[in-house]
Antibody
Framework: QVQLQESDPGPVKPSETLSLNCRVSGGSVSSYFWSWIRQPPGKGLEWIGHVYYTGNTKYNPSLKRRVTAAVDTSKNQVSLTLTSVTAADTAVYYC??????????WGQGTLVTVSS | QSVLTQPPSASGTPGQRVTIACSGSSSNIGRNAAIWYQQLPGTAPKVLIYSDNQRPSGVPDRFSGSKSGTSASLAISGLQSEDEADYYCAAWDDSLDCAVFGGGTKLTVL
């Protein structure tokens, strides 16, 4: 069965760029949409955007100017880049299969803390 | 402020029936399917209901979904202690052209 594993970016400082990877095992990234979703501590879920295996993307309008999602079929992984981060970007970041709103499966999530 | 509106909390005693509402608009629930997720503490969300009222295999039939107009509902019958979790509704919003979630409802089993 397909399993997803997000990378740990380590500490991120304000104004820096956050880079995350999501390794897909047990299946191929091809022929699917892959989404990124985040959840600030103690808060609800926010869809960041999705990328099709062909590279086509769609983003949440609230984050569109700062987000880039991509697929690397050779590495069977998905990536997310978020520029100019602030404390408001502190959250657990999940990758999941699907274009939305049906996401399945999900990765376990990785906590990203933005702090100076 | 979430696009979809849910009550922040709900509660019930074992064996009871609990309903969680999700209010949207004509650009999301009113024209697109609603999804319900269950998030147990410290874990990623899991699909509970899709296409308004369909259960993935493995989800007990104690969980059911319904939709009327721009609102969706999740009902849990025969409440059990392991149902204590956060529940989220979701839908695609055609005006925003993105997936949207409710703010989540924390269910407590008393």
């Amino acid at each position: 069965q397909v399993q997803l594993q997000e990378s740990d970016p380590g500490p991120v400082k304000p104004s820096e760029t956050l880079s995350l990877n999501c390794r897909v095992s047990g299946g191929s990234v091809s022929s699917y949409f892959w989404s990124w979703i985040r959840q600030p501590p103690g808060k609800g879920l926010e869809w960041i955007g999705h990328v099709y295996y062909t590279g086509n993307t769609k983003y949440n309008p609230s984050l569109k100017r700062r987000v880039t999602a991509a697929v690397d079929t050779s590495k069977n992984q998905v990536s997310l880049t978020l520029t100019s981060v602030t404390a408001a970007d502190t959250a657990v970041y999940y990758c999941a299969r699907g274009s939305g709103p049906w996401f399945d499966p999900w990765g376990q999530g990785t906590l990203v803390t933005v702090s100076s | 402020q979430s696009v979809l509106t849910q009550p922040p909390s709900a509660s019930g005693t074992p064996g009871q029936r609990v309903t969680i509402a999700c209010s949207g608009s004509s650009s999301n629930i009113g024209r697109n399917a609603a999804i319900w997720y269950q998030q147990l503490p410290g874990t990623a969300p899991k699909v509970l209901i899709y296409s308004d009222n369909q259960r993935p295999s493995g989800v007990p039939d104690r969980f059911s979904g319904s939709k009327s107009g721009t609102s969706a509902s999740l009902a849990i019958s025969g409440l059990q202690s392991e149902d204590e979790a956060d529940y989220y509704c979701a839908a695609w919003d055609d005006s925003l052209d993105c997936a949207v979630f409710g703010g989540g409802t924390k269910l407590t089993v008393l």
